[in-house]
């Protein structure tokens, strides 16, 4: 079927015509799938599905040789397959054609015209409630379920499930490739309250290939399992949530996250809570680019609390994780990161991949963060992170490397467009446009609100350090400063930098500068304190 050859409208009159219209559609994205993927041998497609279970499982940042080597040996087989044998247009393609079908119109059309069917008395493995359709396809599994409750319990997914309301629950490979032959899935639901319990890498998985699903409306519950929930491996995975107040409870590698693909999640409309241990929520790993969008709703995120940084060595080496000295990485919320391989000698440091994009964007709402390092508008090693909140009266709390900063060559950008904010942190260090080790970060706060900056057990607020680049920009308002030691300072061949363009500001809570030591930061001062250092207030 040509792209033009048929519309919804003309074929939802009988079973037989929404089924050839239904497949025409699926073959259309398995050509497409099939031309991305016609370099790779079999044993290559096989390798590219199963590895990115241990990928998402096993993945650091950081590894150690001789331990970690073979995990970052294989991680760098998967990316020079990417890299040298998968043609992404094609697969973007694929995902295109999928995606169409949760058009909502062609959606009204289809429940109109299946709305006084009776159910088929058909029958399948894993499947309660009524039945429209049901047909077993080269593609996978092709089902519609009615306007009632329905349960959807599949081992070995499906190729399209198209769910017309009712309060439904899907367990299983939900809109995920269940094998390397199947390699698309697509799953929409138009109505009610609804419950997604994936396995692992099991909704929204594009696992060397697509996997799509579309929730429209309904106050939804999705209790993620590690690689699901928008996340490209190899493929593209997108999790489109319209209406209602939904929860998001991740473990690891879910909501936006990716390792050599496209990983989306859109929330379009509601007072939402996302939850995660992290690698998450936006987040980019080696050749990923990861992505989280909310348009609208008072929502909270949350990221850490599982995986012990390795900083406790050093930092606090006594602490036990109730402490409060005791830090968790995060890497989400915005987070771009390479894997970094240490190690003397070359062949292995040559294992090493350099990050990914990591996307965040609020456009709207009273929004409140809760992250542990590593988070919030962060690149590491080679990899790009931002986090972009348009509109609200919002609350920041992060920890280490948090609020638009970078490391080992990474680039972090943190931008608040607007509201009256707070930022919080708790340390030891960098918050607030921060850059270490050749990498850039940029830090800003738009409008023309009063924001308080409590950080006094943290560094930054325009920061470098060895040759990092740190740039923190407040645009306007009466605002409060209460940081440790930053504020426009570079060392080591760094620039830091800060602006504080309008209004009459609080630097009270700033540690006062010993007698001949570094200048004090005061309202409508400008400040160079040596060649990396500025300071302006204006």
Known sequence: MSDTASSPHDITSSTEDLLTFLTDVLEQAYQDREHALRHLSPQDRDFLFTQARPLVEHFIPQVAPPAQLSEAEAAARYATLLMQQVDYASLISAAQRLARL???????????????????????????????????????LVVVG?????????????????????????????????????????????????TYQPAPLGLAT?????????????????????????????????????????IYEGNRFTQGAAFGGFGLLVDRAGDDRYTS??????????????????????????????????????????AHPQDPAFQYDCFGLGTGSGLRVFSKQP????????????????????????????????GYFFGLGVKLDLNGDDEHQAARYGHGTAAHFGVGLNIDYQGKDRYGSKGPFYNGGAAWDGSVALAVDGG???????LPASTGLGMGDLGGWGLFIEEGGADQYAVSRGLGQGA???????????????????????????????????????????????
């Not at 599949?154 to 939900?174: F, P, Q, S």
């Not at 009273?366 to 390092?373: G, L, P």
């Not at 620039?495 to 540690?511: K, M, N, Q």
């Open 146 to 194: 009615g306007h009632g409750p329905n349960t959807y319990d599949l081992e070995k997914g499906a190729a399209l499930i198209i769910d017309l309301g009712g309060n439904d629950t899907y367990r299983g490979t939900i809109g995920a490739s269940p094998n390397s032959d199947l390699g698309n899935s697509v799953v929409i639901d138009l109505s009610g309250n609804d």
């Open 448 to 454: 023309p609100d009063s924001d308080f900056y409590d």
């Open 102 to 140: 949760g058009n909502r119109k062609f959606l009204q059309q289809l429940d109109i015209a299946l709305h006084n069917r009776k159910p088929i008395g058909q029958t399948v493995p894993g499947i309660t409630g009524d039945l429209l359709l049901a047909q077993q396809t080269s593609y996978g």
């Open 492 to 538: 080591e061949h760094s620039i830091g930098a800060f602006f504080d363009l309008e209004g009459r500001d609080d630097y009270s809570s700033v540690p006062p500068s010993a007698k001949g030591a570094r200048p004090e930061r005061l309202n409508r001062k400008t400040l160079i304190e040596n060649p990396g250092s500025l300071f302006i207030d204006r």
């Open 347 to 378: 062949a292995q440091r040559a294992q090493s991949l350099a990050g990914g994009w990591g996307l965040f964007v609020d456009l709207d709402g009273r929004d409140r963060y809760r992250s542990a390092n590593f988070s919030q508008g962060h």
């Open 277 to 318: 241990f992290g690698y998450a929520l936006g987040f980019g790993a080696p050749l990923g680019v990861g992505a989280l969008i909310d348009v609208s709703g008072n929502d909270f995120y949350e990221c850490g609390g599982r995986y012990p940084s390795a900083y406790n060595e050093t930092d606090a080496p006594n």
């Open 206 to 246: 594009g696992r060397a290939g697509i996997g799509i699903v579309i929730d429209h409306s309904g106050d939804d519950t999705y209790r993620l399992a590690p690689g699901s929930g928008g996340v490209g491996l190899a493929g593209l995975g997108i999790l489109y949530d319209g209406e209602g107040q939904d």
